[in-house]
C-alpha cells in the first residue's frame, strides 16, 4: 500500500513535456567503395560526412565485407557502427547502413530476396525515446529500358508486399539509389499506391527528373562531367537526373513519436544552377568550394538527408518543487566524448539562452534560445568537430548568468 501512495505522491509532483531530440538521417551512394579509394577520396568523404554529421547512414554501393569496417576507420570514426551487411552472392556491391549506437541499437536485421539485390530491411531503437525506426535500404536496377524499368517494379514489389503486412502506425524509411527516371514509372507508382497500407510519400514533387531543368535543384546524378577522378568508374554527364531517394511511410509524417521535419529534406550542394555541368564547376559560393570538390571527388551521386524529430519525455516539477531561482547542474557525464547531457532549471517563465565557449570566450554552440518554460530542463551537447579541451556552458535568462566548466576528451 506504501508503494502505491508513494507513486502517487511522485505523480502528482511531476509533469511531463515532451521536448524534440532531431536526428539526421542519411543516403549516399558510395561508388564502389573501397574500389579506387585512396587517400584523396577518402579525405573528400570525412569532410563530407563531418558537415553533414548523420546519426545515421544508409549506403549504397559497398564492394566488400572489409570495406564495412575500413569505411568506420578512415571516415566514420569510432561513435559509429555497422548494421549487419552481407555480400550478395549475385552481384558484388550491395546496400548497408551506420549508426550512431550512443543514439541507437538494431533490434532486428533482415533481408528481403529480389532477382538482382536483396533489400536490408533494419529494426532501430532509439536509445532515448525507445521509440523504433525500420528502415529499407535499395539499389535498384539501373538502366532506362523496358526490361530494366520491370526489374525495379519487381524490386519494389517485393518491397510492398513486406510493408503491406505493417499495422497502422509503423514507422518505417526506405531509401537508397532508385536509378528512377520518373514519376510515371511503374515502380515509383507501386511506392505510393494508398489502395493498401503500406505505402510511401515522398517529401519532394514528382515529374519527369531526367534531364529537366526544371528539377534541377533536386538531382542528384552525376556529379561528374568529363573523365572521372582516379579512374573510379562512375558516371559523366553532369547533373541531370534524380536517382537518390528518401521515402516515409505515413506515421513519419504525422505528428508525434518520430516525426518528419518540414521542410528538412536537403541535397547537399546543390544550388540548383549546375544542370549538365560538374557539381564544382561555376557558378558557387568560395565559402562552399572544398565542400563541392569533396562531393565531386567522393562519388558520382550527391548525398541526401532529412532531419527526423524524436519526441523526448522530461519531466519538469510541480511549483511546490521548483526551485525559485536559476539552477545550473554539472553536466553528466563529465569528462565525456563526444556528447553529454546539461540540466538547468528556472524558477519562472522567462526568456533564455544555454550557450558553449572555448577558453578564450569565443562562442562555439548555442544550445537553445527561446522562451523557457518553469522546471527541470535537459539538452544535449555534442563537441565532435571540436578539439579536446575544456569548454564552458552558461545559462542566461533575464534573472540570471550562471556559468560551469566541462572537460571533453577523445
Known amino acids: 500500500m506504501k508503494i502505491k501512495i508513494i507513486l502517487f505522491i511522485l505523480l502528482l509532483s511531476f509533469q ?18 573501397p574500389t579506387n579509394s585512396g587517400a584523396d577520396r577518402e579525405d573528400s568523404f570525412r569532410k563530407i560526412i563531418d558537415e553533414i554529421d548523420p546519426d545515421i547512414l544508409a549506403f549504397q554501393e559497398m564492394t ?40 541507437f541499437t538494431v533490434l532486428k536485421f533482415d533481408y528481403l530476396p529480389t532477382v538482382l539485390r536483396d533489400i536490408p530491411q533494419y529494426t532501430l531503437k532509439h536509445n532515448i525515446t525507445n521509440d523504433t525506426l525500420i528502415v529499407f535500404v535499395v539499389h535498384l536496377k539501373a538502366g532506362n529500358t523496358n526490361s530494366d524499368s520491370q526489374q525495379r517494379f519487381n524490386e519494389i514489389n517485393q518491397l510492398r508486399l513486406k510493408t503491406d503486412t505493417f499495422r ?76 537518390d531517394f528518401i521515402m516515409l ?23 540548383g544552377q549546375h544542370f549538365n ?5 561555376a557558378p558557387f559560393d568560395l565559402s562552399d568550394l572544398s565542400f563541392l570538390n569533396a562531393l565531386y571527388l567522393a562519388s558520382d551521386h550527391l548525398p541526401v538527408h532529412i532531419d527526423l524529430e524524436f519526441e523526448v519525455p522530461t519531466f519538469v516539477e510541480s511549483a511546490d518543487h521548483i526551485p525559485e531561482t536559476v539552477t545550473l547542474y554539472q553536466n553528466y557525464p563529465n569528462p565525456f566524448n563526444p ?14 539562452r544555454i550557450l558553449v565557449t572555448d577558453v578564450l570566450g569565443n562562442e562555439v554552440s548555442e544550445l537553445f534560445s527561446g522562451e523557457l518554460n518553469p522546471g527541470i ?34
Open 377 to 410: 530542463h535537459i539538452v544535449r551537447f555534442s563537441a565532435k568537430n571540436l578539439a579536446s579541451g575544456i569548454y564552458f556552458y552558461s545559462i542566461i535568462t533575464e534573472s540570471d548568468y550562471l556559468t560551469r566548466k566541462m572537460l571533453y576528451l577523445k
Open 16 to 33: 511531463f513535456h515532451f521536448a524534440q531530440e532531431k536526428v539526421r538521417f542519411m543516403s549516399y551512394n558510395l561508388l564502389r567503395y
Open 277 to 281: 555541368k560538374s557539381i564544382n564547376d
Open 339 to 352: 556528447s553529454t547531457e546539461i540540466k538547468f532549471s528556472v524558477g519562472r517563465r522567462e526568456f533564455g
Open 168 to 243: 497502422d502506425g509503423v514507422n518505417y524509411i526506405v531509401c537508397g539509389d532508385f536509378n528512377l527516371y520518373t514519376s510515371s514509372e511503374t515502380a515509383y507508382q507501386r511506392l505510393v499506391d494508398q489502395s493498401t497500407s503500406g505505402y510511401f510519400i515522398d517529401p519532394l514533387r514528382t515529374g519527369s527528373w531526367h534531364d529537366s531543368q526544371n528539377y534541377a535543384d533536386i538531382h542528384t546524378q552525376s556529379t561528374r562531367t568529363g573523365a572521372t577522378p582516379n579512374n573510379d568508374g562512375g558516371s559523366t554527364g553532369g547533373m541531370d537526373d534524380r536517382f
Open 249 to 271: 511511410s505515413q506515421a513519419v509524417i504525422d505528428s508525434g513519436g518520430i516525426t518528419y521535419s518540414n521542410n528538412s529534406y536537403t541535397t547537399p550542394g546543390n544550388d
Open 64 to 103: 566488400t565485407t572489409n570495406g564495412v569496417t575500413q569505411f568506420i576507420e578512415n571516415v566514420l570514426g569510432e561513435e559509429y557502427r555497422a548494421g549487419y551487411f552481407r555480400n550478395n552472392p549475385s552481384t558484388d556491391i550491395d546496400n548497408g547502413l551506420y549508426f550512431k549506437d550512443s543514439l
